[in-house]
Antibody, heavy 115, light 108 residues
């Protein structure tokens, strides 16, 4: 059974940093693209970033480029999202998602950016 | 950047057919995928590559993609189908994944 478990969310002040992690199991992690998608409560889904299976290719939404960094550790079956210079508008639930198409989703971790 | 447009809401009576559209410029040239999200839950993929169903998704769910519109069709709608539905596609020009704004399906 595919499982994706996010962690690392919380309350942070504007300009601060957070590192989200996603622990994956139930599939061959090193064979799949991984993504982060976010959702403001009550609003729609917004794609944030992706990383390819060997970690050599990363892509970012324009709204986070230069501030967020996605990475993966295939030995630990984890994918991470380092978020720097956080803004109030980054407040959202962040989902870790497997594959292309995006076929399995974690339950999400909530990030709140507020003073 | 590429834009996918969905109606905010669709209502349907139980047992009837629901059609949820996803509009985009020449969307037929892209592969469109659909996910379902119930309140408080993570999204669930229900259709991929226009009209394939993951295992466990009822045959009542189907998809099509032609011209500038992709469509998710749910036959014999049940109360349990009430959810938000999102279309998604990869835009090769921007190398970004794009989601539609989502459609809230209400079962009357």
């Amino acid at each position: 059974e595919v499982q994706l478990v996010e962690s690392g969310g919380g309350l942070v002040q504007p300009g601060g940093s957070l590192r989200l992690s996603c622990a994956a199991s139930g599939f061959t992690f090193s064979s799949h693209w991984m993504h982060w998608v976010r959702q403001v409560p009550g609003k729609g889904l917004v794609w944030v970033s992706r990383i390819n299976s060997d970690g050599t290719t990363t892509t970012y939404a324009d709204s986070v480029k230069g501030r967020f960094t996605i990475s993966r550790d295939d030995a630990q079956n984890t994918v991470s999202l380092q978020m720097n210079n956080l803004r109030v508008e980054d407040t959202a639930m962040y989902f870790c998602v497997k594959g292309e198409p995006l076929d399995y989703w974690g339950q999400g971790t909530l990030v709140t950016v507020s003073s | 950047s590429y834009v996918l447009t969905q109606p905010p809401s669709v209502s349907v009576a139980p047992g009837k057919t629901a059609s949820i559209t996803c509009g985009g410029d020449n969307i037929e040239a892209k592969s469109v995928h659909w996910c379902q999200q119930k309140p408080g839950q993570a999204p669930l993929l229900v259709i991929y590559y226009d009209n394939d169903r993951p295992s466990g998704v009822p045959e009542r769910f189907s998809g099509s993609n032609s011209g500038n519109t992709a469509t998710l069709t749910i036959n014999r709608v049940e109360a349990g189908d009430e959810a938000d539905y999102y279309c998604q596609a990869w835009d090769i020009a921007s190398d970004h994944w794009v989601f539609g704004g989502g459609t809230k399906l209400t079962v009357l």
